[in-house]
C-alpha cells in the first residue's frame, strides 16, 4: 500500500471507518503468552469476560482457542479462571521459550 | 438596513452570539470577559436561544466540553480572558488539531503575576500558535462585526478550525459606544444554518477522534493544518464581501490607515489603533507623510500584504501590547518576517506600550512619530525595542 500523503488525510484526524482497530494487531506486544489447557476448563466464560482485548472466541457458548493477533499477554485470563480443583485451564508461558 | 444602539463591546458580542443561535455553550467566568457569558445565560433562560448551558468548573473543563460538544456535531461557543484562556492552553491545541469551528470571543486582559485585570495583548498572543485562527477588534463595532463573521470563517468546509475573536478588556468590553446591529433575520442569513462535518451523533456514519498519530502520519497533519491556515485569508475576504454587500462595513485582513504614500508608519492593534489614528491625522496636517496599519487577522498572518502595504516607509514603529520577554514584542516579530519579502527595507523599531491596562494617550503616539519622523531624515536609532509610557 502506497504510505498516506498529507494531502489525503481525513480533517482533524477523525476516523470515519468504524471497527478499523481489527486490523491493528498487537499480539506481537506480548512477553507472557495465555496457554489454554481444555481439560481444566469449566467454561465459565471468566476468561471472555475479563478479557480487554476481546482475544478470547466464543462459540455457542463454549470458549475456544486464544486470538493471538490482539491479546497482548495481560494475564488478566490466567488470575480470574478459577480452574477445576485447583488447576488452572489457563498457564501463562514466557514468549521465546 | 441595521438598528443603531449604545451599548458595550461585552453586550455587542453577547448579542452577535445570540444571534449566532449555538447548540451549546460552555460557560465559565472571568474578569472582563463575565459579562458576555452572563447576558448569554439571560439569553438562554429567557428562551431566546435553543442553546444547551454547561456550567463548568473551569476554563480547562469549558473548552474541553465545548471539543466534545463540536465534535458531536454542534455549533458551539464559549469566551473568556486572561488566565481563562491560559488554563484552556492544552485543549486550544485539541479544538484545532481535531478541526472543531469553535468561535470564542476573547476580552483581551494581561496575565499574572502580578495579578492585574486591565487589558493588554498577553493572553491572545499567547496562544499564537495553537493553531486557532485570530481576529482582532479596534472597537465594539468590530468585535460585534468579527463575531458574525467568525461562524461563517469557522465553519466554512474548507477551514473547519475554530476562531478567537479578540478585543481589548475594560475599554472595549466596558465602555459604551454607539454601534450599528444587524436584523435578527438578517443577521441569521448571513451567518446561515450550521452543518456539521463528521458529527459523532450521526449514529449511522461511526466516526471516532483523537486516535493516538506517532511519527508515521503526526507531520503529515500538521503540514495539512498549516495548509488549511493558507485557505484562510480568502474565506476571510469573501465572507467580508458579503458581510460589506449587507452592512456597508468594509474589512480587509488588515486596515490600511493613510499608508499609500506614507514614509514613517505605525503597526498597531485594538483600541489604540483608535487613538493613533488622531496623531497620524494630526502629523497629516503639518504635512508629514505618516500612516498606520492595523492587523485584523493576525492567524494566519497576512505577511505579503502587510510587506506591500509597508513598501514605500522609511521607518516603522511596530507598537506591541504585550512582551517575550527578552525578545521583541510579537507583532513586531511578525513584521520583521513580512518586511524582509521587500527589496526595499525600512528601518523597524519596537515600542512596548499599555501592559496591565497603562492608558495609552495621544501623546505617547506623537513621540513615537515624531521620532520615526527623525529616523526616516536619516537620524541614528537610539534603541530597537523600548517601553513607553512606562515610569522610569
Known sequence: MKPKGWRGLPPGSVVTEPGSAARFKTGSWRTFKPVWIPEHCIQCLFCWMYCPDMAIKVKDGKREAFDYDYCKGCGICARECPGKKGHKAIAMEEEGK | ?392
Not at chain 2, 197 to 204: F, K, M, S
Not at chain 2, 239 to 257: C, H, N, Q
Not at chain 2, 262 to 270: H, Q, R, S
Not at chain 2, 341 to 370: C, Q, T
Request: hydrophobic share 45%.
Open chain 2, 1 to 392: 438596513m441595521g438598528k443603531i444602539v449604545a451599548v458595550t463591546g461585552n453586550e455587542a458580542v453577547a448579542n452577535a452570539l445570540r444571534q449566532a443561535n449555538p447548540d451549546v455553550c460552555a460557560a465559565y467566568p472571568i474578569t472582563p470577559a463575565t459579562d458576555i457569558m452572563q447576558r448569554f445565560s439571560g439569553y438562554v433562560a429567557d428562551g431566546l436561544v435553543r442553546t444547551e448551558l454547561i456550567l463548568v468548573e473551569s476554563e480547562h473543563s469549558a473548552m474541553s466540553a465545548c471539543v466534545g460538544a463540536s465534535a458531536a456535531g454542534g455549533r458551539v461557543i464559549t469566551a473568556t480572558s486572561s488566565q481563562g484562556l491560559a488554563l484552556m492552553w492544552e485543549i486550544l491545541f485539541i479544538a484545532a488539531g481535531d478541526r472543531l469551528p469553535i468561535v470564542m470571543p476573547l476580552v483581551n486582559r494581561a496575565l499574572s503575576a502580578p495579578i492585574n485585570i486591565h487589558a493588554d495583548h498577553s493572553d491572545g498572543m499567547g496562544a499564537r500558535d495553537t493553531g486557532w485562527i485570530q481576529l482582532w477588534s479596534e472597537n465594539a463595532q468590530e468585535a460585534y462585526d468579527n463575531t458574525l463573521q467568525a461562524f461563517r470563517v469557522a465553519e466554512h468546509m474548507d477551514i473547519r478550525l475554530p476562531v478567537m475573536v479578540c478585543m481589548d478588556g475594560f475599554i472595549i468590553s466596558h465602555c459604551v459606544e454607539r454601534l450599528e446591529y444587524l436584523e435578527d433575520d438578517e443577521a441569521r442569513r448571513f451567518m446561515g444554518e450550521y452543518a456539521p462535518l463528521h458529527p459523532l451523533l450521526d449514529i449511522e456514519h461511526p466516526v471516532s477522534y483523537g486516535p493516538l498519530i506517532l511519527s508515521d502520519l503526526y507531520m503529515e497533519y500538521k503540514r495539512a493544518h498549516d495548509d488549511v491556515m493558507a485557505k484562510v485569508s480568502n474565506v476571510v475576504l469573501d465572507v467580508a464581501a458579503d458581510f460589506e454587500r449587507i452592512t456597508g462595513r468594509k474589512y480587509g485582513l488588515f486596515e490600511s490607515y493613510r499608508l499609500d504614500d506614507a514614509e514613517i508608519a505605525l503597526v498597531i492593534l485594538n483600541s489604540a489603533a483608535g487613538t493613533a489614528k488622531d496623531t497620524v491625522d494630526e502629523f497629516r496636517a503639518r504635512g508629514i507623510k505618516a500612516g498606520l496599519l492595523k492587523p485584523r487577522l493576525f492567524r494566519p498572518f497576512p505577511y505579503k500584504g502587510v510587506a506591500d502595504a509597508l513598501k514605500t516607509a522609511k521607518a516603522v514603529c511596530v507598537m506591541d501590547r504585550a512582551d517575550s520577554f527578552g525578545g521583541f514584542g510579537p507583532m513586531h516579530m511578525e513584521i520583521a518576517s513580512a518586511l524582509m519579502m521587500n527589496d526595499r527595507k525600512p528601518v523597524l523599531i519596537n515600542k512596548i506600550y499599555g501592559l496591565g491596562g497603562r492608558d495609552f494617550l495621544p501623546e505617547h503616539a506623537e513621540h513615537v512619530l515624531s521620532e520615526l519622523s527623525d529616523i526616516a531624515k536619516g537620524g541614528k536609532v537610539r534603541t530597537f525595542k523600548e517601553y513607553i509610557g512606562v515610569k522610569e
